[in-house]
């Protein structure tokens, strides 16, 4: 199957902290990703996605950057707060395919 | 808009019995993706329902499978339960298949 990687297991960040989670990706043919956020006890939370078409997006204290040379997206949490501590998924999915694959998620605590 | 909902929330079975889970979707969203999660395999997909119809399939055993409703609503069933089916099951509803997909809270299924 395809395979969607994070290069850190866990990342601990000081609250007010901007944080940056990484993934790669290794098929060059996946053209939509998503993050998403799981806490304790709960399902996975879309967070923001973004399309092959672009490089940045941006959300709400959010920005997904993708770097196709290198299949290499990242996630960052601006002003990282204490509700932000879960762990973090990236997701890959071939357009028109629907079939998502998940990274084995970061792990984010963010110490007061 | 109530979001992607899954019954029951908790289940305990011993090994060989079988179990059905229960997946409603948001409404007017049609396709309805499963995944297994545990801590050692991460989020895996099992299988993808839109229009009634099986349109994905993930690398699972015949023991594992699902149906979609005409109102689709979908439901997944494991026979002949091993200890290694003990997961939290996820099922997650998209407008279309190339949406965004949102995630339910899961089902934690135990096996003993």
């Given at each position: 199957g395809e395979s969607v990687g994070l290069h850190l297991p866990t990342l601990s960040v000081q609250e007010g902290d901007n944080s940056i989670i990484n993934c790669a990706y290794?098929?060059?043919?996946?053209?939509y990703f998503i993050w998403y956020k799981q806490e304790s006890g709960k399902g996975p939370q879309f967070i923001i996605d973004i399309r092959s078409n672009m490089d940045k997006r941006q959300g709400q204290r959010v920005t997904v950057l993708l770097n196709k040379t290198v299949k290499h997206l990242s996630l960052q949490i601006a002003?990282?707060?204490?509700?932000?501590s879960a762990v973090y998924f990236c997701a890959e999915n071939i357009y028109n395919f629907n079939k998502f694959y998940f990274g084995s998620g970061t792990k984010l605590n963010v110490k007061p | 808009k109530a979001g992607v909902t899954q019954t029951p929330r908790y289940l305990i079975k011993t090994r060989g019995q079988q179990v059905t889970l229960s997946c409603s979707p948001i409404s007017g969203h049609r396709s309805v993706s499963w995944y297994q999660q545990t801590p050692g395999q991460g989020l895996q997909f099992l299988f993808e329902y839109f229009s009634e119809t099986q349109r994905n399939k993930g690398n699972?055993?015949?023991r594992f499978s699902g149906r979609q409703f005409s109102n689709s609503r979908s439901e997944m069933n494991v026979s002949?339960?091993?200890?290694?089916?003990s997961a939290l099951y996820l099922c997650a509803s998209s407008r279309g298949r190339t949406d965004t997909q949102y995630f339910g809270p899961g089902t934690r299924l135990t096996v003993l």
């Amino acid at each position: 199957g395809e395979s969607v990687g994070l290069h850190l297991p866990t990342l601990s960040v000081q609250e007010g902290d901007n944080s940056i989670i990484n993934c790669a990706y290794s098929n060059s043919a996946s053209d939509y990703f998503i993050w998403y956020k799981q806490e304790s006890g709960k399902g996975p939370q879309f967070i923001i996605d973004i399309r092959s078409n672009m490089d940045k997006r941006q959300g709400q204290r959010v920005t997904v950057l993708l770097n196709k040379t290198v299949k290499h997206l990242s996630l960052q949490i601006a002003a990282t707060q204490p509700g932000d501590s879960a762990v973090y998924f990236c997701a890959e999915n071939i357009y028109n395919f629907n079939k998502f694959y998940f990274g084995s998620g970061t792990k984010l605590n963010v110490k007061p | 808009k109530a979001g992607v909902t899954q019954t029951p929330r908790y289940l305990i079975k011993t090994r060989g019995q079988q179990v059905t889970l229960s997946c409603s979707p948001i409404s007017g969203h049609r396709s309805v993706s499963w995944y297994q999660q545990t801590p050692g395999q991460g989020l895996q997909f099992l299988f993808e329902y839109f229009s009634e119809t099986q349109r994905n399939k993930g690398n699972f055993p015949g023991r594992f499978s699902g149906r979609q409703f005409s109102n689709s609503r979908s439901e997944m069933n494991v026979s002949t339960l091993e200890l290694g089916d003990s997961a939290l099951y996820l099922c997650a509803s998209s407008r279309g298949r190339t949406d965004t997909q949102y995630f339910g809270p899961g089902t934690r299924l135990t096996v003993l």
